[in-house]
Nanobody, 115 residues
Framework: QVQLVESGGGLVQAGGSLRLSCAASGNIFSRNTVTWYRQAPGKQREFVAIITPSDTTNYADSVKGRFTISRDNTRNTVYLQMNSLKTEDTAIYYC?????????WGQGTQVTVSS
């Protein structure tokens, strides 16, 4: 059973930075795609960033140039570095691991950006 645990969320002022972590049980990230999503109150969950096994990355237009997704295979962890945070980045952030058979989701971590 795969388990994903997000951490690193919190309260930060606009313009600040946070680094989110998504840790997995076992060495599974290096061979599979991991995606970050977020869901703001009253809104649908939306795509934020993705990293493939070949380290190809892609970002939502709203975070491009401010967020960076990366992977540390030695720690079985995927990161989302978030800089120049805006109030509209406030949301619960989730990571998703995509396997051939199914997807696995973490429990989410709250990010709140104050003005």
């Amino acid at each position: 059973q795969v388990q994903l645990v997000e951490s690193g969320g919190g309260l930060v002022q606009a313009g600040g930075s946070l680094r989110l972590s998504c840790a997995a049980s076992g060495n599974i990230f290096s061979r599979n795609t991991v995606t970050w999503y977020r869901q703001a109150p009253g809104k649908q969950r939306e795509f934020v960033a993705i990293i493939t096994p070949s380290d190809t990355t892609n970002y939502a237009d709203s975070v491009k140039g401010r967020f960076t997704i990366s992977r540390d295979n030695t720690r079985n962890t995927v990161y989302l570095q978030m800089n120049s945070l805006k109030t509209e980045d406030t949301a619960i952030y989730y990571c998703k691991l995509t396997l051939t058979t199914r997807d696995y989701w973490g429990q989410g971590t709250q990010v709140t950006v104050s003005s």
